[in-house]
């Protein structure tokens, strides 16, 4: 991935900062956004510490504000003159059963992971048109495929995701652009750390494999999504689970 320009959401932590790190290790010059700052920076100085052939430029993006997502793009595109890689990783859950979910609830999750990703990609995809190259990843969830009691909101974004990749695979196929999810299961992070005992316990006695995958289990999927291997490779959807759902 050497020359190649990235873009990761959600880089400061869990499977964003993994794929950040996955894909500057590859060698591509990786811009990690993100909210915290001074974790972005940790991100960064893992890179240099691990001595990885890329590397990890922090920015403060917050990827609800769709002016600053196209000022941030239009600055990439400018500085770097393209972008050949985009993950849009930034997601949040805000859990609840449908009869009391009020409607910030519901808009706040359609906002951070679906809206978002519609700005992302569509201010990236324009840039990646001109250049007749890309790869754009977007982490989904498990959620979205099979559904799940208490994430009407999220499930709801992640399946809108699906149709979303598809759509935009299908729309710029011929400009040598692809269009990828991943859908993980349950993967430690803080996400999953909050989780009550009963909850984890519950769940590994329904994964085959008996336990919940690593970040870099993930980003080692985001990176072959994100290279110029899985070139015949578009409108997928890549499930990570440890076979929970099959
Ligand atoms: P995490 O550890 O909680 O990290 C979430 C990331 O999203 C952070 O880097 C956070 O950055 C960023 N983010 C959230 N809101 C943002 C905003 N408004 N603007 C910019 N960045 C924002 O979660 P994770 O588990 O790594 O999740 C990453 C993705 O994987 C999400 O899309 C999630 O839905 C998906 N996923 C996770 C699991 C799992 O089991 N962990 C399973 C299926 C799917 P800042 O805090 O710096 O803003």
Not at 56 to 62: M, N
Not at 83 to 98: E, S, Y
Request: proline share 2%; hydrophobic share 40%.
């Amino acid at each position: 991935m050497e020359n190649r320009i990235a873009i990761v959401t959600g880089g400061s932590r869990g499977i964003g900062r993994a794929a950040c790190l996955a894909l500057a290790e590859r060698g591509a010059t990786v811009f990690a956004c993100g909210r915290d700052e001074a974790a972005l920076k940790e991100v960064c100085d893992e890179a240099k510490k691990r001595e990885l052939s890329g590397k990890i430029e922090p920015f403060v993006l917050d990827v609800t504000d769709k002016k600053a997502i196209d000022t941030f793009v239009e600055g990439v595109g400018e500085s770097a003159g393209k972008i050949d890689i985009l993950v849009n990783n930034a997601g949040i859950t805000r859990d609840g059963l449908l009869m009391n979910m009020d409607d910030d609830q519901f808009e706040d999750v359609l906002t951070t992971n679906l809206r978002s990703v519609f700005w992302m990609s569509r201010a990236v995809s324009r840039l990646m048109v001109r250049k007749r190259y890309g790869r754009i990843v977007n982490v989904g969830s498990i959620s979205g495929v099979m559904g799940n009691a208490g994430q009407t909101n999220y499930a709801a974004s992640k399946a809108g995701l699906i149709g979303f990749s598809k759509s935009v695979g299908k729309e710029l196929a011929k400009r040598n652009i692809t269009c990828n999810v991943v859908a993980p299961g349950f993967i430690e992070t803080d996400m999953t750390a909050s989780l009550p005992e009963k909850v984890t316990e519950g769940a590994k006695q329904l994964i085959p494999m008996s336990r919940f995958g690593k970040t870099e289990e993930v980003a080692s999927v985001i990176a072959f999504l994100a290279s110029e291997s899985a070139s015949y490779v578009t409108g997928q959807v890549v499930v990570i689970d440890g076979g929970l759902h099959m």
